[in-house]
Nanobody, 115 residues
Framework: QVQLVESGGGLVQPGGSLRLSCAASGSIFRLYHMGWYRQAPGKQRELVARITIGGNINYADSVKGRFTISRDNAKNTGYLQMNSLKPEDTAVYYC?????????WGQGTQVTVSS
């Protein structure tokens, strides 16, 4: 079992930055792939960025060049640095830990980009 708690969301103006954190507990975080997903009102949850156990990274096209995913296994924490934020980035952001068919989710943190 892995428990995930996100933090760092909030209200930011277009062009601003936020850094989301995902604190993991309960199991060995480094044994799981980690991802960030988001869900905007009326839309399906979508993958934003993912970093594997081996450090391979992929991003959604919409965030490439603006967002950076990272993880610190020693601290059992994952991060999503979000720069040049746009109104369309507004969503609830969820942290995910995955291994095969097993998925764990955090409760989500709201990110609102608005002037």
């Amino acid at each position: 079992q892995v428990q995930l708690v996100e933090s760092g969301g909030g209200l930011v103006q277009p062009g601003g930055s936020l850094r989301l954190s995902c604190a993991a507990s309960g199991s060995i975080f480094r044994l799981y792939h980690m991802g960030w997903y988001r869900q905007a009102p009326g839309k399906q949850r979508e993958l934003v960025a993912r970093i594997t156990i081996g450090g391979n990274i992929n991003y959604a096209d919409s965030v490439k060049g603006r967002f950076t995913i990272s993880r610190d296994n020693a601290k059992n924490t994952g991060y999503l640095q979000m720069n040049s934020l746009k109104p369309e980035d507004t969503a609830v952001y969820y942290c995910n830990a995955n291994l095969g068919k097993v998925d764990y989710w955090g409760q989500g943190t709201q990110v609102t980009v608005s002037s």
